[in-house]
C-alpha cells in the first residue's frame, strides 16, 4: 500500500474513531487541493488534527506541521497510531495546560 493510501485509511479511521465516541466527523478536502484543509473535519470546534497512521513517526514535525496549519486560535493536535496499536494524541504543553486549566476552573467552580 502507498503512503498516500495509508495516510487516506489513517484519516478515514480517526474520523470514524471520532463518530464512534459521538463528534460527528469526516475526512478533510485535502483531495480537492485544499493543503490548508485538516486532516479530518469534526463537530468539535476549535481543534486542529494532524492524522498519522505509521510505524516510525517523527513526532516534532508532525506537531510543528499542525501548528503551522491550524487556523489562529485553534488547538493543533497530531493524533496518531501503529498498526495494530491504539490511537494517541500529541499536542504542545501550552496548549494542553490551556485545557487542562480550563476544565480544573470549571469543577472547582461547581464545588
Do not use: C
Amino acid at each position: 500500500m502507498n503512503s498516500r493510501a495509508k495516510g487516506k485509511r489513517g484519516e478515514l479511521e480517526w474520523a470514524h474513531w471520532l463518530i464512534e465516541h459521538g463528534i460527528p466527523a469526516r475526512r478533510g478536502q485535502q483531495f480537492k487541493g485544499g493543503a490548508d484543509s485538516p486532516d479530518v473535519v469534526a463537530e468539535h470546534p476549535g481543534w486542529f488534527p494532524e492524522v498519522k497512521r505509521v510505524e516510525s513517526l517523527n513526532i516534532n514535525k508532525a506537531v510543528e506541521k499542525a501548528v503551522s496549519e491550524a487556523p489562529p486560535g485553534d488547538v493543533a493536535y497530531v493524533a496518531h497510531r501503529k498498526n495494530h496499536g491504539e490511537w494517541l494524541i500529541t499536542l504542545r504543553a501550552e496548549d494542553w495546560i490551556k485545557i487542562a486549566s480550563r476544565k480544573f476552573g470549571e469543577q472547582d467552580a461547581k464545588t
